[in-house]
């Protein structure tokens, strides 16, 4: 069993992640559980030459060095691949996510209207949270094509490796990917600046450089769209302020009230009424409120805010959850598992 055959076998079965290990069958993950594509388990020289095939040369070298190495491979008429090469057991394994070749729109994403609203901010930081393989990178890329529509602007990704790939429709896009266009997010971040970007899509805002010249840039006037690993709005902007010295907290706390215009955190479930994944997300939009509490260092409060403001589109983890389960869309015990309050989530169901 060739990679491609593989490929095209977990993409009929709509899996979001491929998982190549020497001496397990190939496995996908397919709506969440992991599930075995054949009975045969693949020997050590498969998956090397599987890797040899599906990586460049200074891919191979930088494994060689490393021992990882992330790169994206394509399957004409099917998939492009967002692809880990690590050793396990002495041998190489590969794990393979799935990247959708046509940005889907907006609407398509089941995603509050409210998000819809954030591709028409001028300036400002705009990030995108969850776990891994919460859907961050497809509500970015549709944010950027509802953009490119939209908009005569000039439009900058900067990515790990480069995911959906556009084409220029009014805006004119750039994509650079980490190791073949930029040595690092910050390095890449700095020298956009000087590139006359309108708006500036940033893979992650991993450390401390990379955020601070995120900030600085949706300061300076720039629509900055960014992702972190934080599962809800209050510990993104918690964290954001964490990557600082204590000296410098005050400071950012200032800027980042003027500068943060939404924080968007997904969680993805499996649906109960019919095969598929269904998003929960909750919204935090930086009302005058909001930009007070981060300022003067409360921000404990900010679930309170977003309680109580759901007439303008905020909304929390949990009420999307229980949504969710109230539409029939979701089962109780993956809401209740997946709940930030889970206690008062499953007393709210029962209610």
Same mark, same amino acid.
């Given at each position: ?19 190549i ?30 890797f ?55 609407a ?35 944010m950027?094509?509802a953009?490119?529509?939209?908009y ?9 490796? *480069? %995911?959906? /790939? ?9 994509? =650079? #990917?980490?190791?073949?266009?930029? !040595? ?25 450089e990379?955020?601070s ?7 300076t006037?720039h ?36 500068t ?20 929960? *997300? %909750?919204? /935090?939009?930086c ?7 981060? =300022? #003067?260092?409360?921000?404990?409060? !900010? ?7 759901r ?41």
């Amino acid at each position: 069993m060739d990679i491609e055959t593989i490929l095209r076998q977990a993409h009929e079965a709509d899996a979001s992640d491929v998982h190549i290990v020497a001496g397990e069958p190939p496995t996908a993950r397919i709506h969440q559980v992991m599930t075995p594509l054949s009975d045969e388990p693949l020997k050590p020289e498969t998956v090397a030459s599987m890797f040899e095939k599906m990586s460049t040369r200074e891919t191979r070298e930088i494994f060689a060095q490393t021992k990882d190495a992330d790169f994206s491979f394509y399957v004409e008429g099917l998939s492009r691949y967002r692809v880990n090469a690590h050793m396990q057991k002495g041998v190489i394994g590969l794990a393979m996510r799935a990247i959708k070749t046509k940005v889907p729109p907006l609407a398509a994403l089941n995603l509050p209207e409210v998000i819809a609203r954030l591709t028409y901010l001028p300036r400002g930081l705009v990030l995108v949270t969850g776990d891994t393989g919460s859907g961050k990178s497809t509500s970015l890329a549709a944010m950027i094509q509802a953009m490119n529509q939209r908009y005569r602007k000039h439009i900058i990704t900067l990515e790990d490796p *480069v %995911e959906y /790939l556009f084409e220029s429709d009014k805006c004119l896009i750039e994509q =650079r #990917e980490l190791g073949r266009d930029m !040595i690092s997010f910050a390095s890449g971040l700095k020298h956009a600046l000087r590139q006359d970007p309108d708006i500036i899509l940033v893979g992650e805002m991993r450390d401390l450089e990379t955020c601070s010249l995120a900030i600085s840039a949706a300061e300076t006037g720039h629509l900055v769209l960014s992702t972190l690993h934080t599962v809800n709005a209050s510990q993104t902007v918690s964290r954001i302020i964490d990557m600082y010295p204590s000296g410098q907290q005050n400071q950012i706390r200032s800027m980042l009230s003027t500068t943060l215009q939404a924080v968007v955190s997904q969680t993805l479930f499996t649906r109960a009424d019919k095969p598929g994944m269904i998003p929960a *997300v %909750e919204v /935090l939009l930086c009302t005058p409120a909001v930009r007070n509490l981060i =300022r #003067e260092n409360k921000v404990y409060e !900010i679930p309170n805010v977003i309680e109580t403001s759901r007439q303008i589109g905020m909304t929390s983890l949990d009420a999307s959850i229980a949504e969710l389960y109230f539409n029939g869309t979701i089962s109780k015990e993956d809401a209740i598992a997946q709940a930030v309050h889970p206690d008062k989530l499953e007393r709210q169901l029962v209610a």
